[in-house]
């Protein structure tokens, strides 16, 4: 199966420092990506659309300037949470598309990123 | 997406066959379902999908009935490595616009395997 790296897995930073967040697809070429947050026990949350080569799309109530997306290859996207606070710390995943044909897409998602601001 | 409604949790004994059910009634003509699951602090996991025939992989099978308005993922032999969150999702199997393949998670099934 497709493989998607994510790194850091785990990063505290103290509050106001910003933090970026690596997701690599290692063996195929993602055109788009996806960067999902969670808090404890809650569901996962689609925060934005990562798109190779142009503007990510974000979901309603994200602030793009604190969630900053570059998606600057078919093989990565990076995620920085600029001027971090503390009700910022959270798990967040990122995601990437296999399309062998039209009834095959699947998702495969990285391991995730524990972020915890102090 | 159509929308898909999962029991909060669920209870199975190690070696005997885990099913979980989910409800799917106003499934559309076009859209998948899908099944993932994420073990605690992981990422979640792909684990099997289907239109409306009953399909089977490695890691378990997708019954769908015939109304196509609910399914069941069996884990046929559930481990204490199956303890995860379960997933199910419905949508379009592909959009091509990117944005349109996000998936869309609800609370899904925490299923608990027990010795």
């Known amino acids: 199966g497709a493989v998607v790296s994510q790194h850091p897995s785990w990063v505290i930073c103290k509050s106001g420092t910003s933090v970026k967040i690596e997701c690599r697809s290692l063996d195929f070429q993602a055109t788009t990506m996806f960067w999902y947050r969670q808090f404890p026990k809650q569901s996962l949350m689609l925060m934005a659309t990562?798109?190779?080569?142009?503007?990510?799309?974000?979901e309603q109530g994200v602030e793009k300037d604190k969630f900053l997306i570059n998606h600057a290859s078919l093989t990565l996207s990076t995620l920085t949470v600029t001027s971090a606070h503390p009700e910022d710390s959270s798990f967040y995943i990122c995601?990437?598309?296999?399309?062998?044909?039209?009834?095959?897409?699947?998702?495969?998602f990285g391991a995730g990123t524990r972020l915890s601001v102090l | 997406d159509a929308k898909t409604t999962q029991p909060p949790s669920m209870d199975c004994a190690e070696g005997r066959a885990a099913n979980l059910p989910c409800n799917h009634s106003t499934i559309s003509g076009n859209e998948y379902v899908y099944w993932y699951r994420q073990i605690h602090s992981q990422g979640p996991q792909y684990i099997i999908h289907?239109?409306?025939n009953n399909e089977t992989n490695e890691m378990a099978s997708l019954i769908i009935t015939e109304d196509r308005k609910s399914s069941t993922l069996i884990l046929p032999h559930a481990t204490l490595r199956d303890t995860a969150v379960y997933y199910c999702i419905v949508r379009v199997a592909y959009s091509y616009t990117g944005g349109g393949n996000k998936l869309t998670f609800g609370t899904g099934t925490q299923l608990k395997v027990e010795l």
């Open positions: 995601s990437a598309s296999l399309t062998r044909d039209r009834g095959r897409y699947i998702q495969y």
């Open positions: 289907g239109l409306k």
């Open positions: 990562s798109n190779e080569g142009s503007k990510a799309t974000y």
